[in-house]
């Protein structure tokens, strides 16, 4: 495999990676778009190493693809602020992305595909409404709005506390239950979409006050009416063991025939299966833990079917 690092030119300036076996002839593409958090292109934090987004690169050049993975906005080589930029702003850039990708002169601009995971299931998922894509690969998030997936997280965290034995289990469940847990959560978009600030402050953190609002202005239904619409192929996979993103959400594309769903049994939010109690509280120990496992190759496996026939 040859990397080459690059800097393109969008509304700011992305720090990207291309990685290819060649430039002889023109090959598929992917287009890696990351989820949440300050992480780099390659998934990696000053404390928190997985390589997540590099391992899954390689994987898609094996498989005959060029792919392109990139930082986020203000974060890394990528200029711009991250804590005012909105979700409008990261599907921008994501533009920007897949339209380089579609420039290089070793890739057919016909057979580009986006891949998302996490938050980037949505950016992915409203770039297809702007340019036009051989396909989608949706991973840990398809069809999800964020309240939803921080709701979903809330329910399994309280779920824990209240298995929780002894002194703390019981001080816990005095503070937390559902319903306040549910309520912090619908409290936090609306102040951020009440506020003229670009930063919030709420519940002791500071809060990016557009990207909070512009998430806060879909539901996961319309995520799944723009998927339910969209024109190309889908692939989604969500673990059974994800606690970022519920796999249940699946059974609302079914009956659609350009969407098809995968929900790996016993694998997380990092294509990892898993083996341990799977918490919330330790979710990302496991996470580093299990980086240094290959990801799972039934999702591989899955990944590549799928691809054979969308950009055969």
Known sequence: ???????????????ATIVYHDKLKQQPAV???????????????KKFHTNFYKTLSDQFVQM??????????????????????????LVKDAISVIQYTKELAYVDPSRVIVCGHSEGTMIGTLASEQELLAGLILLGGAGTSLKDALLYQNRLAVLEFEKKKGLLGWLVRMQLNKEKADQKVEKMFLKCIQSKKSRTFFSGTMLNTKWMTEHGSYTSR?????????????????????LSADYQVLDDFQGMEHIICYA???????????????SMMTAMKQYQRLSLNPIEPKVIEKIREWMETCVE
């Open 1 to 15: 495999m040859n990397e080459e690092r690059v800097h393109i030119q969008g509304e700011v300036s992305i720090g």
């Open 31 to 45: 287009v890696l778009i990351m989820g949440t958090g300050k992480a780099d292109r390659d998934g990696n934090e």
């Open 64 to 89: 005959g693809c060029v792919c392109v993975r990139y930082d986020k906005r203000g974060t890394f080589e990528t200029s711009g602020d991250y804590n005012t930029s909105g979700l409008s702003d």
């Open 222 to 242: 319309d995520f799944v009416n723009k998927l339910s619409q969209y024109n190309g192929r889908v692939l989604a996979i969500t673990g059974t063991a994800d």
């Open 264 to 278: 790996p049994e016993n694998v997380n939010h990092i294509l990892r299966e898993v083996d341990d109690a799977n």
